[in-house]
């Protein structure tokens, strides 16, 4: 299709922002090594300033002819739609392609990543590549107006009311929440904490942020009592907890060339990264029996300290022997769970919906490698629950005896300048430097993105969760 002359525009403009960025990293890197510019950089840098000139000159012949239409154009006709499409010379087709979840945040992230943290940079590579993604443009342009995301919420007791519709103020901020939740929504179906409370699986107890909260941590019980005969005592105990700020963080990166020459594969590529960097965290953490709590920094996992034994054995009735022992914590407690959920890895599940009595009938039907039931309790299946040659764990756990504190977003922040220890277990520490191998991010152009998420968990009583270890369940 003929490019408009705005389109045109846009193009020169972006190419511009491009080799503008160039050359300022030729003089950068020069400065940085303290020296001159070589040969090669000397002449690149000519180079690309008379480009520069031939686009500048360019863009004002486009400005002109963008005055003269200006001045040719004719008033539309508004007395019907069809009026309407006639007097404008054609049809103005928008783009109503639904996008995959979490597509739109990518593109987001590509464009503040690209633009080397730019706002205004990252408006004109948004408006060149996703013009008619108006979420992310809108979004762009209300950070290039110099207002920060992170300010917004503190600025809205001082400043007026806004409405979706406004084009300055809260219409940027609905869209911008409207597509990082939509990358929440796409984050949550794939986690553990995530699939609570989706289908016939019930739903963690959620609770806000450091606030203090009581809760009973076993019954007490009642008796018959004959005429006149003394009434026995009973006792409850309580707790009082709460669930302080705790963040799950993970940096991941990228080639510049990758998002310089992003397509559709890119973005499914950094929004599947941005995904897997917070969810393996997550859900490692939330049922790893090792993990402990550290204060002021993370939760215990909702295993840690929680009664466990050894599986019986691999066969039906040894599973039978094992889910009846499991439940025995419960009963035992006086918590016999309403809201049950088994938690067991999906080569577990995959065995268990393997099993055939001697009919030949499945001997646990409603079991899939994806989930469904065990023996008529909801199961939630991850490959992140722990398996080893010793054989899985499998929980079981009274949902609503879990708390669940979740700010339901994710921010993310990149970097083109910093230098990295490439290492999942870094060792760095701000506080006692330690001198270490890193990777600067300018020398490889690269760009490293930092995904956060604030969220937090506790279980409301010592017996909301028990669990079986050495799990060989199915396997001969």
Do not use: H
């Amino acid at each position: 299709m003929k490019k408009t002359v705005a389109e045109q525009l846009a193009a020169l403009t972006a190419t511009r922002v491009e080799k503008s960025a160039r050359m300022e990293e030729i003089m950068q890197g020069a400065a940085e090594a303290g020296r001159s510019t070589d040969a090669a950089e000397a002449e690149e840098f000519d180079t690309l300033a008379g480009e520069l000139k031939t686009i500048d000159a360019d863009v004002a012949r486009l400005k002109t002819m963008e005055a003269i239409q200006i001045a040719k154009a004719a008033p539309v006709a508004g007395g019907s739609s069809a009026d309407a499409t006639a007097s404008r010379g054609g049809v103005n087709v928008k783009n109503t392609q639904k996008l995959e979840p979490g597509i739109e945040f990518a593109r987001f992230a590509i464009c503040k990543l690209a633009a080397k943290g730019n706002p205004q940079m990252a408006l004109q590579i948004a408006q060149n590549r996703y013009a008619d993604n108006e979420g992310v443009v809108k979004a762009l342009q209300f950070e290039a107006s110099g207002v920060q995301f992170g300010e917004m919420l503190a600025q809205k007791a001082a400043i007026g009311a806004g409405t979706t519709t406004g084009t300055t103020w809260a219409a940027p901020l609905v869209d911008y929440e409207r597509f990082t939740g939509d990358f929440v929504e796409f984050l949550r179906p794939r986690t553990i904490i995530g699939q609570f409370g989706v289908g016939s699986v019930p739903s963690l107890n959620r609770v806000p942020f450091n606030v203090d909260i009581g809760g009973q941590t076993s019954g007490g019980s009642a008796s018959w009592v004959g005429e006149g005969a003394p009434k026995p005592l009973t006792s409850f105990d309580f707790n009082n907890t709460r669930i302080g700020w705790s963040k799950v963080a993970a940096i991941s990166v990228l080639t510049n060339e990758l998002i310089r020459f992003s397509n559709p594969s890119a973005e499914r590529l950094v929004r599947d990264g941005l995904a897997g960097a917070v969810i393996a965290r997550i859900d490692t953490d939330f049922v790893d029996p090792t993990k402990a709590a550290v204060a002021n920094v993370s939760p215990a996992s909702i295993t840690n300290g929680a009664n466990n034994f050894a599986s019986s054995g691999p066969t039906a009735d040894n599973i039978r022997a094992d889910i009846m022992r499991l439940w025995q914590f419960f009963i035992a407690a006086r918590n016999t769970p309403r809201n049950a959920v088994y938690l067991m890895n999906s080569s577990v599940a995959l065995a268990l919906s393997l099993m055939q009595n001697p009919l030949g009938q499945s001997e646990f039907p409603g079991l899939t490698m994806n989930g469904g039931t065990f023996m008529g309790v909801p199961v939630i299946v991850s490959d992140y629950i722990p398996y080893t040659s010793a054989g899985s764990i499998v929980i079981l756990a009274n949902a609503s005896d879990i708390w669940l504190a979740d700010d339901g977003q994710v921010t993310v922040d990149a970097s083109q300048e910093a230098s990295l220890q490439m290492d999942t277990a870094p060792t760095v520490n701000s506080a006692t430097p330690t001198a270490i191998a890193m990777v600067s991010m300018f020398q490889t152009n690269s760009t490293a993105f930092r995904a956060e998420r604030y969220i937090g968990w506790l279980r409301r009583r010592a017996s909301a969760v028990a669990y079986i270890t050495a799990v060989n369940w199915g396997e001969s």
